[in-house]
T-cell receptor, first 113, second 113 residues
Framework: GQSLEQPSEVTAVEGAIVQINCTYQ??????LSWYQQHDGGAPTFLSY????GLEETGRFSSFLSRSDSYGYLLLQELQMKDSASYFC??????????????FGKGTKLSVKP | EAQVTQNPRYLITVTGKKLTVTCSQN?????MSWYRQDPGLGLRQIYY???????DKGDVPEGYKVSRKEKRNFPLILESPSPNQTSLYFC????????????FGPGTRLTVT
C-alpha cells in the first residue's frame, strides 16, 4: 500500500528552528509537497521537491532524499503565527493514474513564547 | 480574486437525503479534486478530475459521485448520505502540470444524522 508517516505533534519556542519529517512509501513517485493549515482554515501550499536536495522559501525550507524515501520541512525563526498543522503529500500512480494525491496525517506544531 | 468557492459552507442533513456540494474555481485550472478531512486521518482524496469529462477515483470514493461537465465546476454528490460521511470536505484545483500545488476552497462541514 501507499503511506506517508509524519510525527503527530511538535512543540518549539519562538525564534527556534524546527524540523518536521516525512517518510513515504508509494509507487510512481513524482515529488513531495508541503501544506500548512491553521485551525479552522483551508490547507495552503508551502513548497515542493521533485528532485533531491534543499528548496528554500524565506524562513521555510524543504528537503528531499528519493533514495531514502524521506523529506522534511524546516521552519526557522519560528513565530507564533507558525502554530498550525503541516502536511506532507505525494502524487502517486499506483493505479496508473496521474492525479492521485496522498496526504500524511499531519503534524500539529505548537509555538510557545 | 483568484479563488475556489464551495457551497454550502455548513450543512446538517439526515441519513438518505441526497445532497450536492458545489465547487467552482475561476483560475481556469484543468485539475480539480475533492478531499475529506477527519480528526487524526489527515486529508483523504475522494475523486479527482484531470480535465472536463475526465474523472477518477481517489482513495475513499465509496458513497460519492462527481461530474465534470464544465471546466470551472466540480460538484460532489452524496446520493444517500450516511453518518460515516460526517466530515469536513475540501475542494481544490490546480493547473494540470502543477498538481503538487493545490489551491483549496474554504471547506464544507457536513453533518449527517
Amino acid at each position: 500500500g501507499q503511506s506517508l508517516e509524519q510525527p503527530s505533534e511538535v512543540t518549539a519556542v519562538e525564534g527556534a528552528i524546527v524540523q518536521i519529517n516525512c517518510t513515504y512509501q508509494t509507487s510512481g513517485f513524482y515529488g513531495l509537497s508541503w501544506y500548512q493549515q491553521h485551525d479552522g482554515g483551508a490547507p495552503t501550499f508551502l513548497s515542493y521537491n521533485a528532485l533531491d536536495g534543499l528548496e528554500e522559501t524565506g524562513r521555510f525550507s524543504s528537503f528531499l532524499s528519493r533514495s531514502d524515501s524521506y523529506g522534511y520541512l524546516l521552519l526557522q525563526e519560528l513565530q507564533m503565527k507558525d502554530s498550525a498543522s503541516y502536511f506532507c503529500a505525494v502524487r502517486a500512480s499506483e493505479k496508473g493514474s496521474q492525479g492521485n494525491l496522498i496526504f500524511g496525517k499531519g503534524t500539529k506544531l505548537s509555538v510557545k513564547p | 480574486e483568484a479563488q475556489v468557492t464551495q457551497n454550502p459552507r455548513y450543512l446538517i442533513t439526515v441519513t438518505g437525503k441526497k445532497l450536492t456540494v458545489t465547487c467552482s474555481q475561476n483560475m481556469n485550472h484543468e485539475y480539480m479534486s475533492w478531499y475529506r478531512q477527519d480528526p487524526g486521518l489527515g486529508l483523504r482524496q475522494i475523486y479527482y478530475s484531470m480535465n472536463v469529462e475526465v474523472t477518477d477515483k481517489g482513495d475513499v470514493p465509496e458513497g460519492y459521485k462527481v461530474s465534470r461537465k464544465e471546466k470551472r465546476n466540480f460538484p460532489l454528490i452524496l446520493e444517500s448520505p450516511s453518518p460515516n460521511q460526517t466530515s469536513l470536505y475540501f475542494c481544490a484545483s490546480s493547473p494540470w502540470d502543477r498538481v503538487y500545488e493545490q489551491y483549496f476552497g474554504p471547506g464544507t462541514r457536513l453533518t449527517v444524522t
